[in-house]
């Protein structure tokens, strides 16, 4: 843990050599996204429900952790009311809808969920 580029140009950049890929193909103008305190979790759709009620920050990246079910699976992968979700299966959210889209995605029965808490 530490901190880090999150992404590069609203690109998900997910190690270093993708970091320094994304900046050798960026333009001249180029925004970096930095994190401090960010992990990794996977949850496994198999169960039904997740267990989490999510909302829109107020900055425009990730989306709150308003509420988590004891006994779901969201608890059980380590996620707590307060933390930021900033992306899923490596896609940087940017909205509540936009999450609950990837969520429900018929075609994806494992999350890979990067938080800051």
């Known amino acids: 843990m530490g901190t880090f580029v999150l992404s590069v140009d609203g ?5 270093a050599v993708q970091v320094i890929q994304l900046l050798d193909s960026a333009t001249s103008t180029t925004r970096l ?4 305190r960010v992990s990794s979790t996977t949850i496994d759709k198999d169960q039904g429900t997740l267990g989490f009620t999510l909302a ?12 988590v079910s004891s006994n ?3 608890h059980a ?21 936009q999450a ?16 800051r808490f």
């Open 72 to 74: 779901g699976p969201a």
């Open 11 to 15: 690109h998900l950049a997910t190690s």
């Open 77 to 97: 992968a380590g996620i707590r009311v307060g933390d930021v979700l900033l992306a899923i299966n490596d896609h940087l959210l940017r909205s509540h809808q």
């Open 33 to 36: 996204c930095f994190r401090d």
């Open 56 to 67: 829109d920050t107020a900055a425009g990246v990730g989306v709150s952790v308003l509420e």
């Open 100 to 115: 609950v889209e990837l969520i429900d995605d018929p075609n994806t029965t494992r999350l890979k969920i990067n938080k």
